[in-house]
C-alpha cells in the first residue's frame, strides 16, 4: 500500500476509533485511553517539520471537536509532536541523516518501549493538567496521566502485537 493512504488512513481511522469508541470508556472514573496519539509515533519523521505539526494540529483538533475539549487535545498532540525529535535523537541515539532509513518496528524493543512511554506521558500529564487546571487537584492529574498512560500503552503494545504479528 502506498505509504501516503496509509498514513491518510491511520489518520482518519485513529481519529473515528477514539471519538466513537475510546471517548466512550472510563473505568474507574479514572482511566480513559487516548489512542490516537499513536499517529504521532508512526508518522515518518522528515527534516520539514512543518506539514507533520499541522498533521499533528489537525489530529488534535478533530479529536476535540469530537470530545467536546476546547483546545486541550491540540495543545497536548503539538507539544509531543514538537519534541518527539528530541526524544527520537535520546531513545535511538540517531540524527537528522538516519530519519529517511529510519523504520521504528525495526528497533530494540527497549528504545521503542522508551520513547512511547516518554510521549504518552507528557501528552497526558498535559492533557490531565489542563483538563483540571488547578494545584489542589494535582494528585489527581497525577493518577489520571499515569493510570490512563497505562491503559493508553497496554491497549497501543497490545495492537502492535496484534496487528504486525506475522505468521
Given at each position: 500500500m502506498n505509504k501516503t493512504l496509509y498514513h491518510i488512513i491511520l489518520f482518519f481511522s485513529l481519529i473515528l476509533l477514539q471519538a466513537l469508541i475510546l471517548n466512550n470508556i472510563l473505568l474507574f472514573g479514572y482511566v480513559n485511553p487516548y489512542l490516537y496519539i499513536v499517529f504521532i509515533f508512526l508518522f515518518p519523521l522528515r527534516k520539514n517539520r512543518f506539514p507533520f505539526l499541522t498533521y499533528a494540529f489537525l489530529?488534535?483538533?478533530?479529536?476535540?471537536?469530537?470530545?467536546?475539549?476546547?483546545?486541550?487535545?491540540?495543545?497536548?498532540?503539538?507539544?509531543?509532536?514538537?519534541?518527539?525529535?528530541?526524544?527520537?535523537?535520546?531513545?535511538?541515539?540517531?540524527?537528522?541523516?538516519?530519519?529517511?532509513?529510519?523504520?521504528?518496528?525495526?528497533?530494540?524493543?527497549?528504545?521503542?518501549?522508551?520513547y512511547i512511554v516518554s510521549l504518552t506521558l507528557i501528552h497526558h500529564f498535559i492533557l490531565f493538567s489542563f483538563i483540571n487546571f488547578s494545584f489542589q487537584n494535582f494528585s489527581k492529574v497525577i493518577v489520571n496521566t499515569l493510570l490512563s498512560g497505562i491503559f493508553t500503552l497496554l491497549l497501543y503494545f497490545l495492537g502492535t502485537f496484534i496487528f504486525r504479528r506475522k505468521i
Open positions: 489530529l488534535g483538533l478533530f479529536v476535540d471537536f469530537f470530545s467536546d475539549s476546547g483546545g486541550i487535545h491540540t495543545l497536548a498532540t503539538l507539544t509531543i509532536a514538537y519534541l518527539r525529535p528530541y526524544f527520537f535523537r535520546v531513545a535511538f541515539q540517531k540524527t537528522e541523516s538516519d530519519y529517511e532509513f529510519f523504520k521504528l518496528d525495526q528497533e530494540n524493543f527497549g528504545k521503542i518501549f522508551n
